[in-house]
């Protein structure tokens, strides 16, 4: 349960990354 748990919020953080990287492209991918 609390690995899970700390997976969604592992998901959760990496699609907010992506989302800040889409929004700045200069923290995007090069």
């Known amino acids: 349960e609390k690995i899970t748990k700390n997976q969604k919020t592992v998901e959760e ?13 200069y923290l995007g991918p090069k």
């Open 13 to 25: 953080r990496a699609k907010f990354g992506v989302n800040k990287a889409l929004r700045n492209p």
